[in-house]
Structures are given as C-alpha cells and as structure tokens.
C-alpha cells in the first residue's frame, strides 16, 4: 500500500466530514422554526404589510403551525404607481417565522 494514497484518502474523507458537519450545523436552525415568506398589496403599506403577514402566517398554518408568528427581519415595500387595475397601490413582502 503507498502511504500517499491513503494521506491523500484521509485528507478527503476529513474534508467531506467537515462539511457535512457544517451543513448539518446551519440547517438544524432552519429545521426548528422555518421562515415562511407572505406577499400583499394595499392602497396603503401598513394594509400591504398586514396583508402580507397574514398571507405568511396562513402558509405557516397549512405546514402544522398555529402559534404566535413573529416578523423576521424587515418588510420590504414596493410603491406602484401604474397598476392596470388600481392604479397607485403598494405591495409588501415579509418574512415570519411561527411556533407550532
């Protein structure tokens, strides 16, 4: 057996050990409270805004989650001013994460 080979085979195999750790160590977060993202619009943002929480936290609800939904980060508000059928309204989009 030449010692470079199997050097070379335990690097490798140390190499992929440690990612695989790594992804299991980022993904475990995501597993126990998963972000679910809503979508909304309004004549006004704060009516955008809740109805983007509510689209969020109604797709939180159809994967098993009933609890209180929190805002992840903030929302994001887009301003139209030439909708064809309502003309100047706002759009939001928010991130919630919810307990079971």
Do not use: K
Not at 11 to 17: C, S
Not at 39 to 45: F, I, K, M, V, Y
Not at 68 to 80: M, R, Y
């Amino acid at each position: 057996m030449n010692p470079r080979w199997s050097h070379r085979a335990g690097a490798g195999l140390a190499a992929a050990a440690g990612a695989t750790a790594l992804v299991m160590l980022v993904a475990s977060p995501a597993t126990a409270s998963p972000l679910f993202c809503g979508a909304g619009r309004g004549l006004t943002a704060q009516n955008a805004i809740q109805g983007a929480f509510d689209d969020a936290r109604n797709s939180a609800q159809s994967e098993g989650y009933y609890g209180a939904c929190t805002l992840s980060g903030e929302p994001q508000i887009f301003e139209v001013f030439n909708d064809p059928y309502f003309g100047h309204i706002f759009r939001a989009q928010v991130n919630v994460s919810c307990e079971r």
